[in-house]
């Protein structure tokens, strides 16, 4: 078993504490089961749930299972001492679930918190657990636009039946025409022609200015509008692709403040910055499993890509490695590395990447076009202090151009084509 | 003056032939295609009109912007379980060893996300320091070899490994006769496994075998090869041995005699070469002095500098030799006497595989005292990188006719190949009940094996080296196999069942307890290499040293005194008199290994195919190589361009005959004699190889117990019809322009700028016309750092300021760094069509010019400036001219005229000094390529990854799951209508600045290194930072040698030339 100790000692913690709860009903009344909820969920979910087993067991009514609720204060504030002092049923729980040792939590959590936690215990109710199987089907995250084509097709009713109301009209006026004509004898008067083609030519014979206007206008918004369109092609901010594991940006960057670069560990050491590979995800969800229905059923997920069996806790299933739909795809021709500007450059990753800790999956935030990068070269001085790479040159740039001035990447040849292009 | 010689690349320039003039300043000799590249297969290509073309303009424009309204979709497949080591997107370096029979070489390979891509030589092996050849850099595209075996085979059906050993086990228990045929074997754990296979069955004997032997000089040498010092040696006289690309051990070689080649500010001495040979090789084409011999005439050359330094030396005369020509007597004694004068510090070599003129070799070099530890020759420090013996081999082959072998084992060899007709070695093997082939690829002799056992590529090998006594080297999987039944790491399994170690054939089979090499190997050398361990912690201490050797990849320890053999060798006076009776007369022909292709081994590899021979500058064939003259009288083809193709011939020896090979005119050539190269004419190697030119190993002669490349009595008769030769000499000419320039020692040592004098120009002042320097009529501004005036606001010219520096005195024309530029660069291979057409992609090319010292001056006082009567004494200088070797690449001029002809600046200028190159900007007018003097851009014809004519030849097609692979990453696959050309490898410059960037300090010189200057074997190439007066190519900027290519256009280039400097002896003559 790999299993970090550390976290079969939380549980034994935990389980101990729901003992405790259930034997003293007045400590439970007094503490804060809110509270115990809350300290529960920071310290204990690695390891422990109610209804099911993790790494530690289950909780559900611990706090009747054990001896007393003293002991599982005494278990959870320092399980290593009730162990060395050969409690039997200590040593029993420790037995059954793989001798797995728990967190001490003796100075992290204060006497008052574990109370609160066995008075939770007491009262928790089961939360479901992870469906055992997942595919890897893709879920649908991105709204898809509606709005736009909706548009569209009302512009086309609407020109529709302007068009019916026009023919109608036209057509009622043309016999109404007639009608007079023949009661009046006279002949169907200059201008009007027997078709709307030739009501057109007539109108537009009549009107060459304001025609010609008109046309020249028609064009030269069509002009601006293609022209914006064309320069927009394959540019996608704000894509967001579905992906076969609706993994939470918000969650790990946002709730549990997880450093970018714990997972995307490549963006200080090369080119890629890489999506982390699933023995990343494990580190962590060998333990967690997730608190809802939604989260077990993403993080079933990533067991099954992983080949990882919960049930056994190892990694024994075939792996079905996660085809993700790739967001930031800068095309072949240029070269773009994530090292340069991460540690080189020192520019925080939400600069390109916009505020990732709000994002569920994730979706482009930067245009990612040329101008777009060049701008950036523009405007962003050279992070040359303290770097040993342009001490010399700093020195001489100083001399050259004085010490006030800003260098930025575009003077250091940043904007030269070789920098990305090759 | 050295200055004034007449330069040529070819007959064609030399007498100006008319084609060769027309195309000679076009830069693209063809009209622009435009049928064939927009006809695919299944348009009549001549039937695309202008309609058609403007269809296929809107269809195109059409399509393109319609595909691009919406983005595909792209997957992205992160690891399961990453492994440790790989980082994506950062290189992965292994040591490792290459080694085929052939060359020896310490190299590390660079992986990329688990994909070698790239070798480069192991710079901390005491042996081949950091060098590498095109052969070995070629071999990363072999292990993608889409003809590699995936499995074994019974007969010619697929069977599993069980069945297989099985049952081999069944067939070796019977007992009988076993035999194991194998190249060279330098690994010392795989001698002892074969040991160990001969214990348990006892019919076994192992037969080594070169396909170009080594046995004679082996045999002079009483059974081993003692260790040459090329870099201990003033004067180096070589008898037709090709030192510096193919004899013994060429890497090595090339590096030590590069190293007495050097001159510059601190050493005014080098080295003097002179080679006696028949065909023009490269070493040849790098002599001082080249003397013209018939191949028969090799030991009578032997024998003549024996007697003459004998004679000076005070040793007895042995039986005068006569020779075909007076002159080679009169050099012979002049060469004797510069090596009585250079004594101790000279070396002798031949490349005859005769063993009495490699005894006379040998006995030469001891009447020069060139015998001791730290003196040109070491003959107590054994090298074991031949030691193939033909006399065993034959026996052999009497054995297996005579039906005495009951099972044939072979590893490494391809004998139904180049086993000589004259043995009759494939008569001999359908004798053989049982044969087994451990090859990687289902080569001639595999095809013909009653078992097939697939083995690893060397990158996918465990695996050992012992190239000198004392000298050892590991190898090392840089991937996992290709072919496995099984990935563990993956927990997948494929459909294939896999090819495995050779050594685990043997293993497996003596049903050994450690069938696994890798395990073997490591005991085997905890065992008998690495120094011994104490008991306490012995295991904890050789895994330590274990792994450093496995990352330094060389290991060195005291070498062990050499055991003699039995002393078999003749007498000097027997050896004298087998020379003379050896066979003479007639057309003689030498079989020849040329730069490339070698034995043939790699055959299949494009990369080597597609390399032009330094000399020939042929690609895809091999050719009968002959005097011009003696072709004009013979009526042969002699120019070969767009409307005449190259004569046929049939070339018979001894009832064998190649029939039809082209002649190609060599200057140089002896007259009387012809070259073939070996190598050729694969009927089983693969898709690439089979079918280019003609087998020459059928030609191999069987004299004296030993095989002999040399053959005299030849007939060469005219046969039917033409042949093109794709020959890249005359392509990319700079129009006779002075682009070379050279002095003699001599001259160096009096003045440091000899042959470097500044050239003016013609200036009008006023009305009179005066002759200037080119700086004073500079209509531009300077870009150089070091007049900083421009580059307003921009602080990059403080910064770097990349150089080049190319010595024409140190380069040998090896070609080493064609095939590295072409590998790190995704150069495409285009193959014969396209070359015929001079649309050759490589982004450098070599040079060869061929020189005369007939000067303007000299014609004019011998009145013969009309010049036509010049050219006509010209082609008889062709006779014997001196070889010059020049590679050129992109200038990277700080005034480049590409960069002021592009229209839409897809060329462009980068404060470090490169002419950067924008692919994706690129719309291909192809201005920048006419307006470039030095002709080092190549324009993609045709979508060389893609486009199904290239399917055989080009590796990186979309369809070759396999070759692929081999493309770096980092670089762009450019598509069709686009120009490229050498970048300096900006990828390589940003990586390490970048690096540098990380680690907080400035670039260290030699870090950033281009590719071809890091596979440079003799450092030819200096690539760093001009800016840094500390820099060696800073330095050599203060040279005096140094000058730019076509300096008087004021390109002001950032890659800048050394003179060449020729230790001629035009002095010694005047003696």
Redo the contacts between chains.
């Keep these: 078993m790999n299993i970090p100790s550390k976290k079969l000692q939380k549980s034994l913690v935990a389980f101990l504490a729901f003992v405790l709860a259930l034997a003293t009903p007045n400590i439970s009344n007094a503490a804060d089961a809110g509270n115990g909820q809350k300290v529960f969920k920071a310290n204990c979910t690695s390891c422990h749930a109610i209804g099911r087993k993790v790494v530690g067991p289950d909780l559900e009514g611990v706090t009747k299972r054990v001896p007393s609720t003293d002991w599982m204060f005494s278990w959870i504030k320092n399980n290593a001492a009730v162990l060395k002092s050969g409690d039997k049923y200590a040593t029993q729980v420790f037995n059954d679930n793989g001798k797995q040792a728990m967190t001490v939590f003796d100075g992290t959590l204060s006497d008052d918190q574990i109370k609160d936690v066995i008075a939770y215990l007491a009262v928790a109710k089961p939360d479901a657990g992870p469906t055992a199987t997942a595919g890897t089907g893709a879920t649908e995250t991105g709204a898809p636009e509606k709005g736009k084509g909706q548009f569209v097709w009302i512009i086309v009713i609407i020109i529709g039946i302007l068009f019916i109301i026009v023919t109608v009209l036209r057509t009622v006026r043309k016999s109404l025409q007639t009608v007079v004509d023949e009661k009046t004898g006279e002949k169907t008067q200059v201008g009007t022609g027997t078709t709307v083609w030739q009501d057109i030519g007539i109108w537009i014979r009549n009107h060459k200015s304001r025609f010609a206007v008109t046309i020249i206008f028609f064009i030269a918004v069509s002009s601006v509008y293609s022209w914006e369109y064309l320069w927009g092609i394959d540019v996608t901010p704000g894509y967001h692709p579905s992906q076969p594991i609706n993994f939470m940006h918000k969650v790990h960057a946002g709730d549990n403040g997880i450093a970018c670069i714990y997972c995307h560990s490549g963006a200080e050491k090369g080119k890629v910055a890489g999506i982390p590979t699933l023995n990343v995800c494990m580190n962590c969800h060998k333990g967690i499993q997730g608190s809802t229905p939604e989260y077990q059923k993403e993080i079933a997920k990533v067991y099954y890509a992983a080949g990882w069996d919960p049930a056994k806790g190892d990694y024994t299933n075939p792996p079905h490695p996660v085809q993700w739909n790739r967001v930031h795809s800068l095309p072949d021709f240029a070269y773009f590395n994530h090292s340069q500007h991460v540690v080189v450059g020192k520019v925080e990753c939400e600069k390109c990447h916009g505020d990732v800790k709000t994002f569920t999956t994730d979706q482009q935030f930067a245009p990612l076009t040329m101008g777009w990068c060049i701008n950036c070269h523009r405007e962003t001085p050279v992070q040359m202090e303290g770097n040993g790479y342009y001490a010399k040159l700093h020195e001489a740039i100083k001399q050259k151009f004085g010490d006030d001035k800003k260098i930025t990447e575009a003077d250091m040849g940043g904007l030269e084509c070789g920098k990305c292009h090759y | 003056m050295a200055n004034q010689k007449k330069y040529w690349k070819g007959l064609e320039e030399l007498t100006a032939s008319p084609s060769f003039v027309k195309a000679k300043t076009k830069e693209f000799v063809e009209e622009v295609p435009v049928d064939e590249f927009l006809g695919n297969q299944g348009q009549n290509p001549s039937s695309t009109s202008r309609r058609d073309f403007l269809k296929f303009l809107g269809f195109s424009v059409a399509a393109a912007?319609l595909a691009?309204?919406e983005?595909p979709?792209?997957?992205?497949?992160?690891?399961?379980?990453?492994p440790e080591e790989v980082?994506?997107?950062?290189d992965n370096w292994y040591a490792s060893t290459y080694f085929d029979g052939q060359d020896y070489c310490s190299i590390l390979i660079k992986t990329r996300d688990g994909r070698p891509i790239k070798v480069e030589g192991n710079t901390m092996s005491g042996v081949t320091k950091g060098a590498a050849n095109a052969r070995v850099q070629s071999s990363v595209l072999s292990l993608y070899n889409s003809e590699r075996l995936t499995g074994p085979m019974i007969g010619k059906k697929k069977a599993t490994w069980e069945q297989v050993d099985k049952e081999i086990g069944e067939k070796l228990a019977k007992g009988g006769n076993i035999r194991i045929l194998t190249s060279t074997i330098i690994s010392p754990s795989t001698d002892q496994i074969i040991a160990d296979f001969k214990e348990k069955y006892s019919g076994t004997k192992h037969v080594s075998w070169d396909a170009v032997s080594f046995s004679g000089l082996m045999k002079a040498n009483d059974g081993g090869i003692p260790t040459y010092a090329f870099n201990k040696a003033d004067v180096i006289v070589s008898i037709a041995a090709d030192f510096l690309t193919n004899w013994l051990s060429p890497i090595e070689f090339s590096k030590q005699y590069a190293e007495g080649r050097k001159v510059g500010k601190n050493k005014k001495e080098m080295s003097r070469h002179i080679q006696f040979e028949s065909i023009m090789t490269v070493s040849g084409a790098n002599a001082d002095t080249r003397v013209q011999i018939k191949p028969s005439e090799e030991g009578a050359v032997a024998i003549g500098l024996y007697n003459a330094v004998a004679k000076q030396t005070g040793g007895s005369a042995l039986a005068a030799p006569s020779f075909s020509d007076a002159k080679i007597s009169e050099r012979i004694d002049k060469t004797a006497a510069e090596l009585v004068k250079s004594k101790g510090r000279s070396l002798v070599v031949a490349g005859s595989n005769d063993t009495a003129v490699q005894v006379v070799v040998k006995e030469i070099n001891k009447l020069l005292d060139n015998y001791g530890a730290d003196k040109s020759i070491n003959a107590d420090k054994a090298c074991y990188l031949r030691q193939g013996s033909d006399e065993d081999f034959a026996e052999l082959v009497s054995d297996m006719k005579a039906g005495k072998v009951d099972v044939l084992i072979t590893y490494n060899v391809n004998p139904v190949y180049n086993a000589a007709t004259a043995i009759g070695f494939t008569e001999a093997y359908a004798k053989v009940p049982c044969k087994i082939a451990l090859a990687e690829v289902k080569d001639e002799t595999a095809s013909g094996a009653n078992y097939i056992c697939p083995t690893h590529n060397y990158m996918e090998s465990w695996g050992d080296a012992n190239p000198y006594e004392g000298q050892y080297s590991l190898a090392q999987p840089a991937i996992y196999p290709l072919f496995s039944k099984k990935f563990p790491r993956?927990?997948?399994e494929s459909k294939y069942e896999g090819t495995r170690h050779a050594q685990e054939n043997f293993l497996k089979w003596s049903g050994s307890e450690t069938p696994d090499y890798y395990t073997y190997l490591q005991q085997y050398w905890k065992k008998s290499i690495l120094p011994e361990q104490g008991s306490e912690g012995g295991d904890y201490m050789f895994i330590d040293l274990w792994n450093k050797t496995l990352s330094s990849g060389v290991f060195e320890k005291e070498a062990r005194p050499r055991v003699m053999e039995s002393a078999s060798s003749l007498s000097l006076s027997d050896a004298a008199s087998k020379i003379s009776a050896a066979p003479k007369g007639g057309i003689e022909a030498v079989l020849y290994e040329k730069t490339g292709i070698g034995n043939g081994n790699q055959a299949n590899n494009p990369w080597l195919q597609e390399m032009p021979d330094p000399i020939s500058k042929v690609t895809w064939d091999n050719y009968v190589t002959m005097n011009p003259a003696e072709m004009k009288e013979k009526g042969y083809n002699l120019l070969l361009d767009d409307d005449r193709n190259a004569s046929l011939v049939t070339v018979s020896a001894n009832g064998v005959s190649l029939s039809p090979i082209p002649v190609y005119p060599q200057p140089g050539q002896a007259r009387g004699t012809i070259g073939i190269a070996l190598g050729y004419g694969r009927t089983n190697a693969g898709k690439v190889a089979n079918g280019i030119g003609r087998n020459a190993y059928q030609l191999v002669q069987w004299t004296n117990n030993t095989f002999q490349y040399n053959v005299a009595n030849v007939t060469v008769t005219k046969a039917e019809g033409t042949y093109k030769l794709a020959a890249t000499q005359t392509h990319h000419t700079m129009i006779g322009r002075p682009v070379l320039k050279e002095t003699t020692l001599e001259e160096y040592k009096k003045n440091a700028a000899a042959g470097n004098e500044e050239e003016k120009i013609p200036v009008m002042l006023g009305s009179k016309s005066e002759d200037r320097s080119f700086k004073d009529v500079n209509l531009w501004d300077d870009y150089d750092s070091k007049s900083p005036v421009n580059m307003t606001?921009?602080?990059?010219n403080?910064?770097l300021r990349w150089k080049m520096a190319i010595d024409l005195n140190s380069c040998i024309g090896c070609g080493a760094c064609v095939v590295s530029c072409s590998a790190e660069n995704n150069v495409p291979v285009v193959g014969k069509a396209e070359i015929l057409n001079a649309r050759e992609m490589h982004w450098i090319r070599i040079d060869r010019y061929y020189s005369s010292d007939l000067t303007m001056e000299k014609a004019k006082e011998e009145n013969m400036t009309e010049s036509h009567r010049m050219y006509t004494m010209m082609e008889a200088s062709s006779d014997n001219p001196e070889v010059a070797f020049q590679p050129v690449m992109c200038q990277h001029c700080n005034h480049a005229p590409c960069e002021t002809v592009c229209p839409v600046i897809a060329t462009?200028h980068?404060?470090?000094g490169?002419n950067?190159?924008?692919?994706?900007?690129c719309v291909g007018t192809k201005y920048c390529a006419n307006n470039c003097p030095y002709k080092v851009r190549r324009f993609n014809w045709f979508n060389y990854y893609r486009d199904e004519k290239f399917l055989t030849v080009n590796p990186a097609q979309e369809s070759n799951e396999m070759g692929r692979m081999v493309l770096n990453p980092?670089?762009?696959?450019r598509s069709r209508g686009v120009m490229e050309k050498c970048?300096l490898c900006?990828?390589r410059i940003?990586v390490g600045?970048?690096k540098?960037?990380?680690?907080?300090?400035?670039?260290k010189d030699g870090e950033i290194n281009t590719a071809c200057a890091q596979s440079c074997p003799t450092q030819a190439i200096v690539f760093g930072n001009g800016n840094d007066p500390e820099s060696r190519v800073a330095k050599l900027m203060d040279d005096e040698r140094n000058y730019l290519l076509l300096a008087d256009l004021d390109t002001q280039p950032n890659v800048f030339y050394m003179t060449k400097v020729r230790n001629s002896d035009h002095h010694l003559l005047s003696e």
């Design positions: 912007s691009a309204c983005a979709v792209v997957k992205t497949i992160p690891y399961v379980i990453k980082t994506p997107g950062i993956e927990n997948v606001n921009n602080a990059g403080l910064g462009s980068a404060s470090e490169i950067q190159m924008v692919y994706n900007r980092d670089v762009v696959v970048s900006i990828q940003q600045k970048l540098a960037k990380i680690e907080s300090r400035t670039i």
